[in-house]
């Protein structure tokens, strides 16, 4: 249990926390509070994760990308051809017309996983790219 509580202000397009508010009554919070502790926790648990430099992990990367800007699938295979030690499944969906998903799992370490992210995001026509690491692999 939290030991004090801090009251905080916080500014948001209405469109923001009009979506927000939908999503929390879904979810069946009680309190915007309540969803707005939630969020920041996984914030914060994301992001003591995605700080490692280095060990061992297993995750996924889903990349989304319009596969009409050319070249873009080609040096996505490329580098995906670079980094085969890390990749140990790929799975490719069209989305609609012009986006696909592409869903890498990985594992190996943290560092060149990091590194094959890095390239992604820099590709032109990626337009989203997020890693979710599963377990650390000391724990399989």
Not at 19 to 43: L, N, P, Q, V, W
Request: aromatic share 8%.
């Amino acid at each position: 249990m939290e030991d004090s509580i801090t009251r905080i202000g916080v500014s948001l397009p209405k469109n923001l926390l009009n979506e927000f508010d939908s999503i929390i009554r879904s979810r069946g919070y009680s309190s915007r509070s309540e969803a707005i502790r939630d969020a920041i926790r996984m914030y914060i648990n994301e992001f003591r994760w995605l700080e490692r430099e280095s060990g061992e992990v297993i995750g996924v990367v889903s990349v989304i990308y319009d596969h009409n800007f050319k070249g873009v699938t080609d040096m996505i295979i490329s580098l995906q051809h670079d980094f085969n030690e890390i990749i140990t499944t790929t799975m490719h969906i069209h989305l609609d017309e012009e986006n696909c998903l592409e869903m890498i799992t990985v594992r190996g370490d943290m560092s060149k996983i990091k590194k094959m992210v890095g390239r992604l995001n820099s590709l032109k026509g990626v337009t989203s790219v997020k890693l979710i690491t599963a377990f650390r692999e000391e724990r399989f």
